[in-house]
């Protein structure tokens, strides 16, 4: 029993706490005491909301007056108190419902107190209710309250993430058409690309086939060339064969007497055949032909063996066209024995390997 514990205390104008022995009780004095017992005149109040989180602290010691409180994220763990302004000594009983949390009401109780932890963000709405000696029933009282929304769920925080994510779509949507961009422009590069190489190849297909139309072109004009060297060459055989021929009858003519013809008329008819079988007139016809066949030939010799005379030269052509002693003989107009004396000669002044064919190393030049 705790001594010394009456006092009186006045709430407003017409309500006083009296403090009993089990508690206390509201008084107002300017409303009429029913006679009635079973009558309640007062509503259940609100007496304190507390924060017990980590720590005992008070919320509020006021939530009578209707308006909303609003509670920090962090601080989502709270206890609720209340009790009847009952004068009278009487069994109370209270029944509790935290709309936003609870799914019914809550069974009867003594209890003046009712702890909530862990409540999400959101807006609450506690009713509370209460019943003396297991008969009448009080009004219900509401508290309504707020657990605010953490500090990264905030409308400041969304309309950050808002901008965040405005302003991200506009760069992602520049960088995807920028990237767009460069990959259409690679696609043109290398279409382009292709397209230089495709052109490029039907270039150089186009540039071979000139090459080789060309290729076969002078081919045929050599072939052409050559075959008229040869035809001219024969031809020079031909009538140098018949102008020893020629040569050799006339020593055999004789006169109607059936004398041999006189020395000085043979001489005279000699010279005559030895001149057109050395006329100059004819190398120079066919060393043009030969030159138009056999471009530079005669050039090359030149410059890499320059002590050759035109004899040799003239050998060295017969050579190159591949023609026999004979022929060599005739156009030369020495004997079989005097072609392989120069083609000995020739070969010491060319420098040929012993193991190489003549010929071969000229028709090679």
Known sequence: ???????????????YLISVDDGFVFYNAGQQIQSQANK???????????????????????????????I?????????????????QAKIKFQYYLEGYSKDWSDWSYATQK????????????RVRA???DSTISEITTFEFRILRPWYLSNWAILFYAVVIVVALILGKKIYERKLQKDSQKISDRLQAEQEEILKLESEANEKQINKLQTEKLQAELA?????????????????????KLSEEILKLKDENGK?????????????????MNDER????????????????????????????????????????NMSSKEMSSLLNITLRGVEIRRYRLRKKLNVPHDKNLTEFLMEL
């Not at 920090?72 to 004068?87: A, D, M, T, V």
């Open 40 to 70: 309640i005149t007062q509503s259940v109040l609100i007496r304190r909301i507390e924060d017990i989180t980590d720590k005992y602290s008070i919320i509020s010691e006021n939530g009578n007056d209707g308006s909303e409180i609003d």
């Open 282 to 321: 004819d190398w120079h016809l066919f060393e043009n032909s030969f030159n138009e066949a056999h471009e530079s030939f005669f050039k090359k010799l030149k410059i890499g063996h320059p002590d050759l005379v035109p004899n040799d030269l003239k050998l060295c052509a017969y050579l190159r066209m």
């Open 72 to 88: 920090k994220n962090g601080r989502n763990n709270i206890r609720i108190s209340f009790s009847l302004p009952y004068y009278r």
């Open 115 to 126: 702890d909530f932890t862990n409540l999400s963000s959101g807006k609450y709405i506690f």
């Open 1 to 15: 029993m705790v001594q010394y514990y009456e006092n009186i205390s006045r709430i407003s104008n017409s309500i």
């Open 260 to 276: 041999k013809l006189a020395d000085e008329q043979v001489r005279k008819i000699q010279k005559v055949i030895n001149d057109g």
């Open 224 to 244: 052409s060339k050559n075959r008229e060297l040869a035809n001219s060459a024969m031809t020079l055989v031909y009538k140098n064969e018949l102008l020893q």
């Open 131 to 133: 019943k003396v000696d």
